[in-house]
């Protein structure tokens, strides 16, 4: 083949390209057993940008144009995404990224009413530490998403969100809080020590996963304040951090730094296989794999949010809209194919007429 057909068919077919980036999911598949889904997490060594990951196909793809970004979540229903970008949260379809709307806000949470409508929580206030809380009016507020009502709930901040049944609050720093919306009551959690990313248990148990102190163990509280689980970090790691449910409530992703590295790697852990007197794997089950994998690649992840479902993801199905679903809707591609073997045919038979009357 001469370099004119090699080049061809890069530039019609796209061979020979760097095509989207794959993880390697097989032990992650293998946790999670016939639930799939989509892992959205931040990548700070590419700006804080948002990337989505089917676990599927393990194919990798970046939210196009945003950066400086964080807490991305997906919807209940497995359609929308959220995340934070500067002072404000915006919406995307999963399928296909296109933007929805955008308002101002910080540490976005899903929740679904039993009408089906789709609400956001949300803080006025970007409150990381103690010092914003005590300074400045920090809000818990919610927003319809269908019509962009919004309703005052809480004054304070929150970070794990509401319980599915819209009665319990969860937050963090200073203590780990869970607010009793419908009984008017605060429970202190972790015996009133610091703790941080606090992330809701999404079967109405009103259990609070968050992380120790000293970021070396996982925590799962319930709301009379009984340490119900623990886990130790993951072997090889030296730093646990940001902790989040999933939608299944036996599946939690946290990240925790590589040894010897400033990378965070994301991992999964199936809260049933990590024996609770320990901390660890109970004998001859796996408890924790790799999602995102730090040591290949220049990749620094954050603030991972896994969504799984029994059935065939939306972002696994899309348009190649905005460059960023995970695959081109049928009849674009189809003609794409088309047009591409009429051009090739014919550039083909051109080179061939060239070359032969030399």
């Not at 919610?142 to 005052?152: A, F, K, N, P, W």
Request: glycine share 10%; aromatic share 10%; charged share 20%.
């Amino acid at each position: 083949m001469t370099v004119v057909h090699k080049a061809l068919l890069i530039g019609v077919f796209g061979l020979g390209l760097p095509g989207p980036a794959r993880a390697d999911l097989s032990e992650a598949r293998e946790l999670l057993g016939g639930l799939s889904g989509v892992l959205a997490a931040v990548d700070f060594a590419e700006g804080q940008r948002v990337y989505t990951v089917d676990l599927r196909s393990g194919r990798r793809r970046p939210v196009p144009t945003d950066l400086d970004c964080e807490y991305p979540e997906i919807s209940g229903d497995g359609s929308l995404l959220v995340y934070g970008r500067g002072k404000e949260l915006v919406v995307r379809s999963l399928a296909g990224m296109r933007p929805l709307v955008s308002f101002s806000g910080y540490h976005g949470r899903w929740w679904t009413a039993a009408d089906g409508e789709r609400w956001i929580y949300y803080s006025s206030v970007y409150a990381h530490t103690i010092w914003p809380i005590l300074s400045q009016d920090v809000t818990t507020w919610r927003r319809r998403l269908s019509d962009g009502h919004t309703e005052r709930i809480l004054d304070w901040k929150t970070t794990a969100g509401p319980s599915p049944d819209g009665t319990h609050l969860g937050s963090d720093y200073i203590s780990v809080l869970l607010f009793d919306l419908a009984g008017g009551e605060t429970h202190v959690l972790n015996r009133n020590k610091h703790g941080c990313y606090a992330s809701m248990a999404p079967d109405n148990s009103y259990r609070v996963l968050h992380l120790d102190v000293g970021h070396d163990r996982l925590l799962v509280h319930d709301p009379q304040d009984r340490l119900v689980w623990w886990a130790a970090m993951p072997e090889g790691t030296t730093h646990v951090n940001q902790p989040h449910w999933t939608n299944h409530p036996d599946y939690a992703v946290f990240t925790s730094r590589e040894k010897d590295s400033d990378s965070f790697s994301v991992f999964l852990v199936r809260l049933s296989a990590v024996d609770p007197r320990t901390g660890q794997a109970r004998p001859g089950q796996r408890a924790m794999t790799r999602v995102l994998d730090a040591r290949t690649g220049s990749h620094a992840w954050a603030y991972p949010f896994l969504w799984l479902t029994t059935r065939t993801p939306a972002v696994a199905t899309g348009g190649d809209e905005g460059g960023c679903a995970m695959g081109r809707g049928p009849r674009r591609g189809a003609l794409t194919l088309v047009m591409g073997l009429a051009l090739f045919m014919s550039l083909a038979l051109l080179s061939w007429v060239v070359i032969g009357r030399r």
